[in-house]
């Protein structure tokens, strides 16, 4: 029998599940607000610099 235990408190998830009394899986995620690598946003391309072979992109952060 699977139980599945979730806590959430302000900005912190935590999920717990257990199979048969024993702790299968464990999830914590802390809710910053900022953004992070290998997310996808929508943004705006406000320069582009070939120099550095890089664009300043705004994310509205």
Do not use: H, S, W
Request: aromatic share 8%; proline share 5%; charged share 30%.
């Amino acid at each position: 029998m699977k139980d599945i235990f979730i806590e959430r408190q302000n900005n912190l998830l935590r999920i717990a599940i257990k199979e048969n009394d024993i702790l299968k899986e464990c999830f914590i995620e802390e809710e910053t607000g900022e953004p992070y690598p290998g997310e996808i946003y929508k943004g705006v391309v406000k320069n582009i610099v070939p120099a550095i072979k890089c664009a300043f992109v705004d994310i509205g952060q």
